[in-house]
């Protein structure tokens, strides 16, 4: 599986990924009921939170899709994300709670062995061809995948600092196009008061 770890350049890292997002779809997954599995979701939760507090100038959803994300295609496609952030939790051979990117093309489509019923790689391509957006796919390294078992530290402060960068990402303002230069007037100025005189 081809993945990067994102360290300290995190922020800077899906700055430059998001750049160009007029509208954001965040897509998160996992099972509550299984451990570190439901990083995904508890992640979900805490950028939910966040973007209400810091209430983005830039169109952001959150979608629940648990361990059926596949049931959500319908009402993502009618909010029209230009782009896609899936986040899961992922095999990646890193110590608990390391956020990685992964790019599911150049690893042949073979997202991590997940409880979902559609393979992730799948449905990353049905939704960039069907709507035409980028997906960006993030994962973050679980400790246990044990029914009834509590999340682990360092999953839960992973999804709460992931959570806390998208929502300051998406609260800065986008950079203002350059105003077109003024066209000349087809009038002198001041003409108006000339002519009332």
């Known amino acids: 599986m081809a993945s ?10 899906l700055k430059t990924s998001l750049e ?6 965040i897509l998160a997954v996992g099972s509550t009921l299984r451990g570190d599995d ?3 979701m508890l992640f979900g939760r805490a950028v939910q939170a966040a973007l209400r507090a810091t209430r983005p100038v830039r169109v952001t ?3 629940g899709g648990e361990t059926v994300p596949e049931n959500l295609t ?34 042949g489509g073979n997202f991590p062995p997940s409880t979902h019923a559609m393979s992730l790689g799948v449905l990353a391509d049905y939704l960039e061809r069907s709507i035409g957006c980028q997906v960006i796919f993030l994962g973050i390294q ?7 078992v509590c999340p682990s530290r360092q999953v839960r402060q992973a999804a709460s600092r992931l959570a806390a960068i998208i929502a300051a990402i ?15 007037s087809r009038y002198p100025k001041n003409a108006h008061r ?3 005189s």
């Open 4 to 13: 990067h770890p994102l360290h300290k350049n995190l922020q800077r890292t």
């Open 20 to 25: 160009g997002c007029r509208r954001l779809g």
């Open 38 to 40: 439901g990083a995904g």
């Open 61 to 63: 959803k959150v979608f």
């Open 74 to 107: 319908g009402d993502i496609r009618r909010f029209r994300p230009s782009h896609i952030l899936l986040v899961d939790a992922a095999e990646m051979g890193q110590s608990a709670g390391t956020i990685s990117l992964i790019e599911p093309h150049q690893a």
């Open 142 to 148: 679980p400790a246990t995948h044990g029914y009834g």
């Open 170 to 184: 998406r609260q800065t303002r986008p950079a203002r196009a350059k105003a077109k230069a003024a066209r000349p």
């Open 194 to 196: 000339k002519a009332r």
